[in-house]
């Protein structure tokens, strides 16, 4: 069989529940064989945000890691695997955790550590495999075209130019700096952009802190969307992001077109019933690491690019 008779299950956030992701995995037709889930014909595409919030974090890395390792699964990294990593990896010249041990850095990675201790030998081997998942991946066809896309948050054009695909040691580092291209890069595609709201605007986010910034709807296609309808934000504080429209240069280079391959992602936490948001563009997160559905995307070979509602799965 193949490259070009693969289907592909696409799965969003985990973020810890292992037995959402064995129940899923069940569902899509896997079975764990010599400690390895597995289908022949089959693939399955992770799309981050494997660690952190929930409470079966071991559970979750040893399904994953195997099954990546033995080619059952290809990866991209989340942005919690990218905060682990700088949280478990010291500076090169000051020694220093390159993201601080902070107490709110430390919170958010509480279940992690309580699985997975700080120095010891397994948890530098969990890092250690995340440095080599992918910040972004295309599925080939595997005859010189692609299938499709997938990355965490967002997928951007000019930064898939110029990110390497793979950590490197400098590159790490640079993503680390406050201020520095690759650090700001990197918030993009594993975060999501941000843009600022007009002078004297702001809300306050779902922990309560006021922001000036909003996470935008990327992949909006609206060229005169206004700032509400860009936002992504708490349902209460809608009403107190303006109208206003967004000036085009704020948004440069976000349009995701018609033509492009199919890109899935995660990260948003959304709700409701799973369907594309475009043609070519599903978001696979809903929520799974806060008492929402894990959902995959059964990409069937053959069946054409459009991305299709009945194709959603849940567990
Ligand atoms: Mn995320």
Redesign the pocket.
């Known amino acids: 069989m193949g490259v070009e008779d693969l289907n592909y299950h696409i799965i969003g956030?985990i973020h810890g529940q292992g037995d959402k992701l064995e129940r899923l995995l069940k569902r899509l037709g896997y079975l764990r064989q010599d400690g390895i889930y597995q289908q022949s014909g089959a693939r399955v595409v992770f799309l981050?945000?494997f660690i952190d919030r929930g409470p079966q974090q071991r559970q979750v890395l040893e399904i994953v890691k195997p099954m990546v390792e033995a080619g059952h699964a290809l990866a991209v990294m989340?942005?919690?695997e990218f905060n682990a990593i700088a949280y478990h990896t010291p500076h090169p010249e000051t020694g220093e955790p390159l993201r601080p041990h902070t107490d709110k850095n430390t919170a958010q990675h509480r279940a992690f550590l309580r699985e997975y201790r700080l120095h010891d030998e397994e948890t530098r081997e969990i890092i250690d495999w995340f440095r080599t998942l992918p910040l972004y991946l295309e599925v080939s066809d595997g005859k010189g075209g692609v299938l499709f896309r997938a990355v965490?948050?967002c997928w951007k054009s000019p930064l898939i130019d110029r990110v390497p695909q793979y950590l490197d040691d400098e590159f790490l580092v640079q993503a680390c700096t406050r201020g520095a291209r690759a650090c700001e890069d990197i918030e993009v595609l594993?975060?999501g952009p941000e843009i600022e709201l007009p002078d004297g605007h702001g809300f306050e986010d779902k922990d309560g802190n006021p922001r000036s910034s909003i996470r935008i709807r990327w992949w909006n296609r609206n060229p005169e969307a206004n700032y509400r309808e860009l936002a992504m934000a708490p349902e209460n504080q809608l009403e107190r992001i303006p109208l206003l429209p967004v000036e085009p240069a704020r948004i440069e280079g976000y349009h995701y077109g018609p033509d492009e391959p199919p890109v899935f992602f995660?990260?948003y936490w959304l709700t409701g019933r799973p369907r594309p948001l475009e043609d070519n563009l599903a978001c696979l997160?809903y929520s799974a690491g806060k008492g929402g559905k894990l959902v995959a995307y059964h990409w069937q070979v053959g069946k054409g690019a459009v991305l299709s509602e009945d194709r959603f799965v849940v567990a």
């Open positions: 956030d981050g945000d989340g942005n919690h965490h948050a594993l975060k995660g990260h997160d």
